[in-house]
């Protein structure tokens, strides 16, 4: 804020004095290189030593991004120090309001502030260190004898370690011929945001010689029709012309699965009868090398509704079920399958769309992908020219068969008037506007309906139409904050929605007015209502952005249709639903969010895929209808909001083929993400986690640091399991190990994929890791060792049983000895300065303690009981009942590993744990080990625990949980992927409001030629073999220890070996070696469990490896019959003595 109208008329009555004051002062040359705001380009010497100058700096426009371009692109003339343009940009001053507007025209990763946001907690010398380490890593000199000035810093001598140097050098791997041969070209970001954009264009093909013709045997899918003829049919006939005797079979919609002839008959809706179709075929040896299915392109049913059915089955559903009955019968690779369809294309201009029919656009890129081997590609026919072919016409057939044979490479093809064109991309670039100008789209004061609003991207989008102008914004989402009047009073007291009422209050605080509003966007009747309660308080709306969207996931082979109605639904019926709500309303535009997967598919996306071709196709139709602009753009990934918040793009997971997009609904479990792979043997789920954005997280804090609990794997095991068992009865998780700590700080992001793998007993094994965001998946680069494992475990189907309910009256009696109370307990954690959890964790209200046992009394805070509607497992109950064990030891402790743990039903409210332990707690005990039982009010057993076992944490430990949240971490600013930021996004989005480019546009980083050959290469074969690639390695030498090297004898003790060989990565394992000196810990010493009972088919406590820490031990500890050596034994005993003595205080020499 300033105090007076500078920079404006007001200022000409005071330009002649404060020229005189200048006058008095003495002026010189710069002596370093200086950008003017003045001028926007560099200073001068004379314009440095004017008193004019500077008079006008009152009276004149700040040039700002003038100069940011300049310092962006040019250099100054002269002088050594100024041979190249800057490379970084450092804001000096409070606040980053310089820095957020420089972004706009630097290089954004390159702009650093040195002071915090106002809104930011983060202290003010926190973040100037941070800038200044951000600068110094990058090359940038620092002066430390001045930043040091007046300290004394002196060398401190550390005590020796004996460090056994050995060279472990990884040879460079070859690159790949992909890279040699420049395959990877172009897909490096592009800085300038003008490059991003892309059109479709339409070429026509040359006409190919009237020699060519059918060979081999088709398939052609021909709708049924009452009357006249179908293309289908048409189609049919002409190919049967020339192929020989059975070169053809027709597959026609019926009632039932029959065969007569060279005739099928099947059930649209059944998908058993196409895999049965295929597996026919190949029984009889007449699998067909081409496929034309044309379901699709025949008369639209009048109905919007019935053609909307009829699309989701006919144009998404049935080509997933011939791709999978293809490959049931083993014979997807090497068929082309073509996909025709009537209406779906744009490329006159004069055509009349079936926008429904798009639809097909998904199968169409995702197919190939999933389906290694097997060819697809897509000609559209204008509907007008179908609508008018009779009987006895043959011209629309025979230039279509032209079109079929032979096979063309390019996927997308349209024919129209016996031409045959080919849809591509160019760059359509997108020029900048004037400062902070209105696009000539938007108006001042204007209204806009933001679908998905309350979502990081739909967020976005209003906070810069409130910084263009003082609009009135509705944000619609399926479920509305508190009312207007309650946000600041609950963004104060930390309300769970803090920071989206944080957003909502900085609109308002900016001059836009807010109206946030619940509506489900595929509801007509919810949206009709919405839009009135809209129209009453503002006025008639201008203008839509349509953001809301779910994430996709699952490959096609196992995909229902249910779960892909729910992927299609905000996209295809809530578009069509706004459509019709806002039928009457003249409106100056429509904007669609649509991905660009509609344009390049993704593994395990074709839902979501389609989903967005519809979209694209739904422009295409109303382009400049009515005076309203309409257009789809299809975004690349959105960096920091939406699902990009929330998920990784697989092309920053090396091709996986999901690109997230930013819209505004969660996937359908809160812990799991997206499936970025989906095979029957393993499935990965990718998200990614902050403090900002979980309250596990946030509630959960460990040595100061917000830290995932252990609980939440048993949450994602579960919920992942159930989504691919397709089962919500009894689960039993297993085997579970906790290997490292999952820290995020404050202010940090962190990429957490959780992946199953199906095991040959009928479960399946987990693994929970995480990353930087941006990394690869282990075995898609060479960043497999970014990746830190942090839990690991096996789930499957429970044996059912009746519920069993325990007497809680004789329960309580037996655990009336003595009772903690929840401010004892509170006041324990709070002196060791350890653990801090929040309003989740109050849920342990008191422990009421017996004869080795115990009931924790369990009451989920009122304010959060809505948590139950999405979570079994809730984290914090379990971790609360669980963890209470620990206030039977002396000291802090954390969680080591469940040896398994059965979930008959979700966890109540309020219920109690029973906790028993399994062995007596000796003083300063370093484990603590005890089975559970968590019982609802009426005693009724919700969950069973065996084997949890927690393990004390030393001072070594604590200082290292410390010092884990003190690393450098992914913040907004330092961790840029390839995506979009949301500054640039929307940028972007202006440009197209300003220009309105067509109905159609993609918007890309990187080169979008360069993506689609990237994603031509991706297949489900490339991605699995690397995936299950990942992590092979050669074993380091055995360190030397203070025990010599004795070899395995019996074939117990060499399995064992083994096992640790393999665990610690080492060449060879002693049996009289100790895990730890080894280099074991108690983090891997649980992984080491975990695979003996694997490789040993023996149970095995997760504390085995604490009791008996050599091979010879753990070997008596499985085996006890046998009759182990005198002198093995006596040799135990020794080394056990003297590891003893040696940890004893030596006395002190004076």
């Known amino acids: 804020h300033t105090s007076h109208a500078f920079h404006s008329r007001m200022m000409e009555p005071i330009l002649d004095a404060f020229r005189g004051e200048v006058e008095r002062c003495t002026l010189s040359a710069p002596a370093i290189p200086v950008?003017?705001?003045?001028?926007g380009t560099w200073l001068t010497a004379d314009q440095a030593t004017d008193p004019g100058y500077w008079a006008s700096h009152l009276r004149a426009a700040v040039r700002f991004a003038d100069g940011v371009t300049t310092l962006a692109g040019q250099t100054p003339s002269g002088g050594a120090e100024a041979e190249r343009a800057p490379s970084w940009l450092l804001e000096v001053g409070p606040g980053q309001t310089l820095a957020t507007l420089a972004r706009h025209g630097f290089e954004p990763s390159r702009v650093v502030a040195s002071s915090p946001h106002p809104r930011d907690p983060k202290p003010s010398p926190a973040v100037l260190l941070e800038a200044l380490g951000r600068l110094w890593l990058a090359g940038v000199e620092v002066d430390w004898q001045g930043f040091w000035h007046g300290q004394r810093r002196r060398?401190?001598?550390?005590?020796?370690?004996?460090?056994?140097?050995?060279?472990?050098?990884?040879?460079?791997?070859?690159?790949?011929?992909?890279?040699?041969?420049?395959?990877?070209?172009?897909?490096e970001r592009r800085d300038d945001l003008r490059r991003w954009s892309s059109v479709p264009v339409w070429r026509q093909e040359p006409p190919l010689p009237a020699t060519a013709a059918a060979r081999g045997r088709w398939l052609v899918f021909a709708p049924a029709t009452e009357a006249g003829i179908t293309v289908g049919e048409a189609l049919a006939r002409e190919l049967e012309r020339g192929l020989e005797a059975g070169g053809l079979i027709r597959v026609v919609p019926g009632e039932s699965y029959e065969r007569r002839g060279e005739v099928f008959t099947l059930g649209p809706e059944v998908s058993e009868h196409f895999e049965r179709l295929f597996s026919d075929l190949a029984a009889a040896d007449e699998v067909p090398e081409r496929i034309v299915y044309a379901w699709t392109a025949g008369a639209a049913a009048a109905d919007a509704g019935q053609r909307l059915d009829d699309a989701e089955l006919e144009a998404f559903s049935v080509p997933l079920w011939i791709a999978r009955g293809l490959e049931i019968a083993g014979r997807a690779r090497g068929t082309r399958l073509t996909l025709l369809s009537a209406g779906v294309q744009r490329v006159t201009g004069s055509e009349t769309l079936v926008p429904e029919r798009a639809l097909l656009l998904g199968p169409l890129e995702v197919l190939p992908q999933e389906y290694p081997g097997l060819e697809v590609d897509a000609l559209d026919l204008d509907a007008a020219e179908v609508s008018a072919m009779t009987a006895g016409d043959r011209g629309l057939v025979l230039d279509l068969v032209a079109a079929l044979v032979p096979p063309?490479?390019?996927?997308?093809?349209?024919?129209?008037?016996g031409d045959t064109w080919e849809r591509s991309f160019r760059e359509l670039p997108l020029e900048a506007l004037p400062g902070a100008d209105l696009p000539a789209r938007l108006r001042e004061g204007g209204v806009y309906l933001i679908t998905g609003g309350l979502g990081g991207l739909g967020l976005e989008i209003a906070r810069e139409l409130a910084r263009r102008g003082r609009m009135r914004l509705v944000l619609l989402g399926r479920h509305a904050p508190p009312p207007a009047a309650e946000w600041r009073e609950?963004?104060?007291?930390?309300?769970?929605?803090?920071?989206?009422?944080?957003?909502?209050?900085?609109?308002?605080?900016?001059?836009?007015?807010?109206?946030?509003?619940?509506?489900?966007?595929?509801?007509?009747?919810?949206?009709?209502?919405a839009v009135a309660k809209a129209e009453e308080r503002f006025g008639p709306l201008h203008g839509v952005f349509h953001c809301a969207g779910v994430a996709g996931g699952g490959i096609a082979q196992l995909k229902s249709r249910e779960e892909a109605r729910r992927v299609l639904a905000p996209k295809v019926r809530g578009t069509l639903a706004l459509e019709r709500v806002l039928g009457a309303s003249p409106l100056d535009f429509f904007l669609l969010f649509s991905s660009v997967n509609g344009v390049l598919g993704g593994f395990g996306q074709s839902d979501y895929a389609a989903a967005n071709a519809f979209e694209d196709a739904f422009a295409r139709s109303r382009y400049r209808r009515r005076g309203t602009y309409w257009a789809a753009v299809a975004w690349d990934r959105w960096e920091r909001v939406g699902m990009a918040a929330r998920s990784t793009s697989p092309l920053s997971l090396a091709g996986s083929g999901k690109t997230a997009s930013a819209e505004g609904d969660e996937p359908s479990h809160p812990l799991l993400g997206v499936a970025v792979l989906e095979t029957q043997e393993r499935v990965v789920f990718v998200q990614e986690m902050s403090p900002a954005t979980r309250w596990e997280l946030a509630e959960h804090r460990i040595a100061g640091h917000p830290t995932l609990p252990g609980t939440t794997y048993l949450e994602m095991a579960r919920a992942a399991f159930e989504r691919v068992a397709g089962s919500g009865g009894a689960v039993e998780i297993a085997g579970v190990a906790f290997l490292a700590p999952l820290v995020v700080p404050d202010g940090g992001r962190r990429q957490v994929m959780l992946a199953?793998?199906?095991?040959?007993?009928?479960?399946?094994?987990?693994?929970?890791?995480?990353?930087?965001?941006?990394?690869?998946l282990p075995g898609?680069?060479?960043?497999?060792?970014?990746?830190?494992?942090?839990?690991?475990?096996?789930?499957?189907?429970?044996?059912?049983e009746p519920p069993v309910r325990h007497d809680l009256a004789e329960l309580r009696r037996r655990c009336s000895s003595r009772e903690i109370t929840t401010e004892e307990g509170e006041a324990r954690r709070a002196a060791a300065d350890f653990l801090d959890t929040g309003t989740r964790w109050r849920s342990l209200t008191g422990l009421e303690l017996g004869e080795g046992e115990g009931l924790a009394l369990l009451d989920l805070p009122a304010e959060v009981t809505g948590d139950l509607e999405r979570y079994v497992l809730h984290p914090a109950l379990l971790d609360a009942a669980a963890g209470a064990v620990q206030f039977l030891g002396e000291g802090n402790f954390l969680p080591l590993a469940y040896d398994s743990l059965v979930v008959r039903s979700a966890l109540p409210a309020r219920g109690f744990g029973w906790l028993r332990l399994r062995s007596a707690v000796e003083p300063g005990a370093d484990i603590l080990s005890c089975d559970l039982s968590v019982l609802d009010e009426a005693g009724v057993e919700r969950v069973a625990v065996k084997g949890f076992s927690m393990r004390r944490v030393g001072e070594e430990m604590t200082r290292q949980l410390r010092a884990q949240g003190e690393a450098p971490v992914a913040t907004p600013e330092s961790a840029v992927g390839d995506g979009i930021l949301p500054e640039e996004g929307v940028e972007v989005l202006m440009r197209v409001l300003e220009t309105a480019p067509g109905p159609n546009l993609v918007v890309t980083t990187r080169s979008l030629a360069a993506l689609e050959r990237h994603f031509d290469a991706l297949d489900r074969d490339a991605l699995a073999a690397r995936l299950?690639?990942?992590?092979?390695?050669?074993?380091?030498?055995?360190?030397e220890l203070s025990s010599e090297y004795a070899e395995p004898g019996s074939d117990l003790e060499r399995r064992i070996a083994a096992t640790w060989r393999r665990v610690l990565g080492l060449d060879k394992v002693g049996v009289h070696d100790n895990f730890f000196e080894l280099g074991g810990t108690?983090?891997?010493a649980i992984q080491l469990v975990s695979e003996l009972k694997q490789e040993l088919g023996r149970d095995l406590p997760n504390v085995a490896v604490f009791e008996a820490p050599t091979v010879a031990a753990l070997a008596r500890y499985l085996a006890p019959e046998q009759q182990v050596k005198v002198t093995d034994a006596a040799r135990d005993r020794a080394e056990k003595r003297n590891r003893a003595l040696g940890r004893r205080p030596r006395p002190r020499t004076r």
């Open 780 to 800: 898609l680069g060479e960043t497999a060792g970014a990746w830190i494992d942090h839990a690991q475990g096996r789930v499957k189907t429970a044996t059912t």
């Open 35 to 39: 950008v003017s705001n003045l001028t």
């Open 756 to 776: 199953l793998e199906a095991e040959e007993t009928g479960g399946w094994s987990f693994r929970v890791a995480s990353a930087e965001p941006g990394t690869p």
């Open 408 to 417: 063309r490479p390019r996927p997308v093809r349209a024919l129209r008037g």
């Open 490 to 529: 609950r963004l104060a007291a930390g309300d769970a929605l803090a920071p989206v009422l944080a957003r909502l209050v900085e609109l308002e605080e900016a001059g836009a007015e807010v109206l946030a509003v619940a509506a489900d966007v595929t509801d007509e009747a919810a949206l009709t209502r």
């Open 1028 to 1039: 299950a690639g990942a992590g092979a390695g050669s074993g380091h030498q055995r360190p």
């Open 155 to 187: 060398r401190v001598p550390l005590p020796a370690y004996p460090f056994q140097r050995k060279r472990y050098w990884l040879e460079a791997r070859k690159s790949s011929a992909r890279a040699e041969d420049g395959f990877e070209a172009g897909l």
């Open 1082 to 1084: 108690s983090l891997n």
